[in-house]
């Protein structure tokens, strides 16, 4: 029933299914159900992500024309230029083919990065039909199932956390965790499973006296539980090296106010209640995340002595916490505005960026998974301005936040008016200050310390520009060297940019560039230049008494001062030929 939805336009969503109907009709999946049938699903998802009807006819068309004759051109034709743009940034993620498969997923993620900076509504598709596929993942072979269950887990589930759709997350990752790990996975469910009820009734106990207190407050709001996910639990008992029974904060609960200041109100009635734990308290509606995610978050000590999650935040930060991005595009299309929160997209703007200079595809792969997963640190330039930083950051990352030329220049750090090292992990609420030098400048050693996809861009731009006109000047000096032993008293600048040509370089700098690289022989372009230069030599028709004649009277040995058959002898060391330019001792 996903044509039902108030607002949607149900005559162009009708054209769409008919024509997937035609095009795809009779074709099935491994599952042996219709391919038709997914595309249903993918667009229903997207129905339950609220989106627009465009989305949701691009979800019905997304397969048609990777899965059957159908071309961009008809769909574009029939559906008009922005729903065809929608299938083709779908169907371009998924077509690339490369030798390697860590290359080929590079090129993948490259691929979809720069689909999603041109409209985010293309991984808003891709991400709805990854999650029907794991839905039915079963059908494949072992082999495949553990690949795109890995895929799933390194990719997709980031993304989607980092788009702030905490609903499609939390299933990918279970899902993901259940072909990756079945025996894990069986194992928390059942135990879970087995201390439902008790759960349920200890968190009925805990709301008890918070609702009192709300009603007496004539505060209006929805306390409910908050379930916690499987593959979550599972990660905490790896990280912390414990069985089920001894994690301690699975209970949750999430309490839902049509105010920001009934939050905080809120807040104080259940720190009044229950005793906090002061070090988990977390304000997320002050400091919002990079993904929109805005919420207040505490832990307190529940009435049996256990510990209870606790998010408290208003209806639209609900609305953004479980859809995300989805959730602001809509209401960036009913013409609303939200400068408080920003589009969420800074990131992936800047991935567009050092996404050019990363060619190495493990690299890239490190860096985007880097940027995909990172939790955030909140910390203040002495102007008080916010700034967000993956959590580990040191000063160098913060400097290359505020500007690439303060990166540059940083040579110190202060971090709450005390100087620390430049590998100081940076901490939620400091104030950091940079201390900068114009004789500063990036070294390799600071790889190894920063932590932001930015920082790490910037230093490699920097030192790959800097590696390039040290090997330019090192041409210069060898091609100029090399000419001279051809006494060759031109000028070869006007030579160099034909010479760049042949060699298919861009320029007569990266030419120079290549030599001083090694990469090309300095001699051999030396003598092309020479032998273009060199004016034709008209040889005189000499008779063969003349010749003998010349061959007595020439001077052997070395000419010095002009003088010429000296005596001589030629140490051992070396064997200079004619033109070379020696040294002699008497």
């Given at each position: 029933a996903f044509l039902d939805r108030e607002g949607l336009d149900r005559a162009l969503l009708n054209r769409a299914l008919r024509y997937s109907r035609e095009h795809l009709g009779g074709k099935t999946r491994r599952s042996g159900e219709p391919v038709l049938g997914h595309a249903v699903e993918v667009a229903r998802i997207l129905d339950q992500l609220k989106l627009d009807t465009v989305t949701i006819a691009g979800g019905l068309l997304h397969d048609v024309v990777e899965d059957s004759e159908a071309t961009s051109e008809e769909v574009e034709k029939t559906f008009g230029p922005e729903?065809?743009?929608?299938?083709?940034?779908?169907?371009?993620?998924?077509?690339?083919?490369?030798?390697?498969?860590?290359?080929?997923?590079?090129?993948?993620?490259?691929?979809?990065?720069?689909?999603?900076?041109k409209d985010i509504r293309v991984i808003l598709i891709k991400l709805a039909d990854r999650l029907h596929n794991m839905r039915t993942l079963q059908f494949l072979e072992p082999e495949k199932i553990s690949r795109i269950a890995r895929e799933t887990l390194d990719i997709y589930t980031p993304l989607a956390h980092r788009f702030g759709i905490a609903r499609i997350k939390w299933e990918l990752e279970d899902l993901a965790f259940k072909h990756l790990d079945p025996e894990g996975y069986r194992d928390v469910v059942t135990k879970i499973a087995a201390k439902r009820e008790d759960r349920e009734e200890y968190i009925e106990a805990f709301k008890k006296p918070i609702e009192e207190k709300l009603k007496e407050g004539g505060i209006q709001a929805e306390i409910i539980g908050r379930p916690k996910h499987f593959y979550?639990?599972?990660?905490?008992?790896?990280?912390?090296?414990?069985?089920?029974?001894?994690?301690?904060?699975?209970?949750?609960?999430?309490?839902?106010?049509?105010?920001?200041?009934?939050?905080?109100?809120?807040?104080?009635?259940?720190?009044?209640?229950?005793?906090?734990?002061?070090?988990?308290?977390?304000?997320?509606?002050?400091?919002?995340?990079?993904?929109?995610?805005?919420?207040?978050?505490?832990?307190?000590?529940?009435?049996?002595?256990?510990?209870?999650?606790?998010?408290?935040?208003?209806?639209?930060?609900?609305?953004?916490?479980?859809?995300g991005i989805a959730a602001h595009w809509r209401y960036k299309e009913s013409g609303g505005k939200d400068a408080a929160q920003g589009d969420g997209m800074g990131w992936l703007h800047q991935g567009v960026d050092w996404q050019k200079d990363l060619t190495d595809p493990k690299e890239f792969l490190e860096v985007l998974k880097g940027e995909l997963f990172q939790h955030e640190v909140f910390v203040f330039t002495p102007n008080g301005d916010l700034k967000s930083l993956p959590k580990g950051s040191t000063p160098l990352d913060f400097a290359f936040a505020v500007h690439t030329q303060v990166g540059y220049r940083c040579v110190g750090a202060k971090v709450n008016a005390r100087i620390v090292p430049l590998r100081y992990e940076l901490q939620n609420g400091e104030t950091v200050?940079?201390?900068?030098?114009?004789?500063?400048?990036?070294?390799?050693?600071?790889?190894?310390?920063v932590k932001s996809g930015r920082a790490r861009t910037k230093i490699r731009q920097f030192l790959k520009q800097e590696s390039f006109q040290q090997s330019r000047l090192l041409g210069k000096e060898i091609l100029e060297r090399e000419l001279r032993r051809l006494h060759f008293q031109g000028s070869a600048d006007k030579?160099?940019?034909?010479?760049?040509?042949?060699?298919?370089?861009?320029?007569?700098?990266?030419?120079?560039?290549?030599?001083?690289?090694?990469?090309?022989?300095?001699?051999?372009?030396?003598?092309?230049?020479?032998?273009?230069?060199?004016?034709?030599?008209?040889?005189?028709?000499?008779?063969?008494?003349?010749?003998?004649?010349?061959?007595?009277?020439?001077?052997?040995g070395v000419r010095i001062q002009g003088v010429g058959d000296l005596m001589g002898r030629f140490a051992k060391c070396c064997q200079p030929l004619p033109g070379d330019a020696i040294m002699g001792v008497v």
């Open positions: 729903i065809a743009h929608l299938v083709r940034g779908v169907t371009t993620i998924g077509e690339l083919k490369f030798a390697t498969p860590e290359k080929e997923q590079a090129e993948y993620c490259r691929n979809m990065l720069l689909s999603m900076a979550s639990i599972h990660n905490k008992m790896v990280t912390r090296g414990r069985p089920l029974e001894d994690i301690y904060d699975l209970l949750a609960i999430r309490v839902i106010t049509n105010t920001v200041t009934e939050c905080y109100h809120v807040l104080g009635i259940i720190h009044t209640l229950f005793t906090p734990v002061h070090e988990r308290f977390r304000d997320f509606i002050a400091t919002p995340k990079m993904n929109m995610y805005q919420s207040l978050h505490t832990t307190v000590i529940g009435p049996r002595g256990e510990m209870v999650e606790v998010q408290i935040r208003t209806r639209r930060m609900h609305v953004t916490a479980e859809f200050e940079i201390i900068t030098s114009a004789n500063a400048t990036p070294t390799h050693d600071w790889l190894g310390i030579k160099l940019a034909e010479e760049a040509a042949h060699f298919t370089m861009p320029d007569a700098e990266h030419l120079l560039a290549a030599i001083g690289r090694g990469d090309l022989n300095g001699k051999q372009v030396a003598l092309r230049i020479a032998e273009q230069e060199a004016p034709p030599q008209e040889f005189e028709k000499l008779s063969l008494d003349r010749i003998i004649d010349l061959a007595r009277r020439s001077e052997r």
